[in-house]
């Protein structure tokens, strides 16, 4: 019975590390990266089969569309939330082929976490969520759920002010931030990460109508980075109490050793790219994430699906930049 469930938790776990998001420019060797995920992931997915409970995953992500016009088509879900949610559910469907009781993905969506630090407001991100709860039930991805902070008891009683949301979350499940910097600073894989969300901040304020200097954007990136991170942490220490044995993705790349996994949902221009920082963008009938600016450089045609713009089209022929 054990070699059964190691030989079932390792078919399922391959399933994951095909998908697995790395670091740009790791000098590790991939299958020796893999190994070491292996030692800390496999007895976990183990013990839900030997209890022949489905795969829990939890996955912090689907906060809100980017601010900036120049990276998204808008403000709410499109071909790249669809794409992406619809490779999750496939992603437990095909568990299911190795594990008759299959697996279910809770996506812990993360907006109302940071809304303060990102400038997207909490009811746009209302109104993102309730659309990917749509589209979820709209495509019948069965194997998906959807979890807010709100949605936690002990936070439940709170959803009329987020503020206090936010700072009750803080109060309760934060790392103090002079600890953080401090822990980013001093380790290679946190200062990647501190770099990639000061990048995405400085992005995401560098929007048509900003009129500061790159200067002061920068400062300001580097210091809310910071906050999100806090915040992330504290999201993802809530998580791990409510859902102590829960398989753990991330939409960043992750230490190898890490509890939690790094995964890609779609092929991207780099090892950061979300679904809500891009625009997925149709390259000769293979969909790739990029920015919107990068589309519209290539030369990309516009798609329209029932009059919203879901995504561009590239044939790359046509597109010397993209040879």
């Given at each position: ?30 299958s ?58 496939s992603?437990?469907e095909?568990?299911k ?20 630090l ?9 109104t ?5 709860k ?20 002990e ?22 931030l ?9 380790d ?11 990048r ?7 929007t048509?109508?900003?009129q ?6 920068q ?8 906050g ?11 998580l ?52 919107k ?15 919203n713009h ?14």
């Amino acid at each position: 019975m054990h070699g059964s469930c190691s030989t079932t938790a390792s078919h399922i776990l391959n399933e994951i590390l095909h998908y697995r998001r790395r670091f740009s420019g790791s000098d590790q060797d991939i299958s020796l990266e893999n190994d070491i995920v292996t030692l800390t992931q496999l007895p976990r997915i183990q013990t839900f089969i030997s209890a022949n409970l489905p795969i829990h995953f939890i996955l912090p992500a689907f906060p809100a569309k980017s601010p900036n016009p120049n990276k998204v088509l808008g403000a709410v879900p499109d071909m790249a939330e669809k794409l992406a949610l619809t490779f999750l559910n496939s992603l437990c469907e095909n568990i299911k082929s190795h594990y008759a009781p299959g697996a279910r993905l809770t996506i812990c969506s993360d907006g109302h976490v940071f809304s303060d630090l990102i400038n997207v407001s909490d009811a746009t991100i209302n109104t993102y969520q309730n659309k990917i709860k749509a589209l979820i039930k709209d495509e019948q991805l069965s194997h998906l759920d959807v979890l807010n902070l709100g949605d936690i008891e002990e936070f439940s009683a709170l959803t009329d002010d987020y503020d206090v949301l936010r700072s009750t979350l803080l109060e309760g499940y934060a790392d103090p931030l002079q600890d953080i910097r401090e822990h980013l600073i001093n380790d290679e894989d946190g200062t990647r990460l501190y770099r990639a969300i000061t990048r995405f901040m400085f992005e995401d304020g560098l929007t048509p109508d900003y009129q500061g200097s790159k200067t002061a954007l920068q400062r300001d990136a580097r210091q809310r980075a910071y906050g999100v991170i806090q915040s992330s942490w504290a999201w993802g220490n809530l998580l791990a109490q409510c859902f102590p044995d829960a398989i753990r993705l991330s939409i960043h790349p992750q230490p190898t050793s890490s509890l939690k996994m790094g995964i890609h949902m779609l092929p991207t221009k780099d090892d950061w790219l979300t679904p809500w920082h891009g625009t997925a963008v149709d390259v000769d009938g293979t969909f790739v994430l990029m920015r919107k600016t990068e589309a519209m450089e290539l030369n990309a045609e516009p798609v329209w699906v029932d009059g919203n713009h879901s995504h561009y089209s590239l044939d790359s022929r046509k597109s010397a930049k993209c040879a």
